[in-house]
């Protein structure tokens, strides 16, 4: 069938905004937004970077805004999924889990979060961010225990060694990040010689680096 110039035209158009579409869709499922605007929304610096915040005014952050307990709630809820990098979805699981564990649910669902494959590469000082961290762990450049892992929500138990694949070990960024770490954890030890990392014990609810009120998000599941 001979298309005229309209149809090439509606069909070349329809392509477009799909690809629009599907590429805001992308971003979303990710929490590919831009960091620093996420930061100002939330109203605290989720991705520790010391300029995350220097924007902030009370115009364009939470700074000095009420709001109902139901979106203090929520807010405090987005805040650690950001934190993480994590989806709703998966958020959700980790929270009912620790529900469903018995007392106290709040320690127990931030240690699942923090023993997350991508947070520990994060927090051993191998990425410089958790969506650095995240994509080193999806490009298979690390192993855990001697074998190749490349899911991000994969739990790191304690004792486990994270450590690099031969062939990553003399990348340039890997390298940089090693000799300028953001973490000093008492939880985790680092070998930068050896370019590994391991988990020595659970990490106990003061030590986490996030400022969070994790009873507000039990409330929020709990209604």
Do not use: W
Request: proline share 4%.
């Amino acid at each position: 069938m001979k298309m005229t110039f309209i149809d090439v035209f509606v069909m070349l158009y329809s392509i477009h905004n799909k690809l629009i579409i599907t590429s805001q869709e992308d971003n979303m499922a990710k929490m590919m937004g831009p960091r620093f605007k996420m930061c100002r929304s939330l109203g605290i610096n989720v991705v520790g970077h010391p300029k995350a915040m220097d924007r902030a005014t009370s115009t364009n952050s939470r700074a000095g805004k009420k709001l109902s307990d139901y979106g203090t709630q929520l807010l405090e809820k987005q805040r650690l999924r950001a934190y993480y990098g994590v989806l709703e979805k998966q958020f959700a699981k980790y929270v009912n889990k620790a529900l469903s564990a018995g007392s106290n649910p709040g320690p127990i669902f931030l240690s699942s979060l923090e023993r997350r494959f991508d947070n520990m590469v994060y927090r051993m000082g191998f990425a410089r961010s958790i969506r650095q961290a995240r994509q080193m762990v999806n490009h298979g450049h690390f192993l855990v225990n001697g074998k190749k892992v490349d899911r991000p929500s994969y739990s790191i138990k304690v004792g486990d060694v994270i450590s690099l694949r031969e062939k990553s070990r003399d990348l340039s960024i890997i390298k940089d990040n090693l000799e300028n770490p953001s973490f000093d954890l008492p939880y985790i030890q680092v070998d930068v010689e050896k370019r590994e990392g391991t988990l020595i014990r659970m990490p106990e609810r003061s030590e986490l680096p996030i400022e969070i009120n994790e009873q507000l998000i039990i409330e929020y599941y709990s209604r």
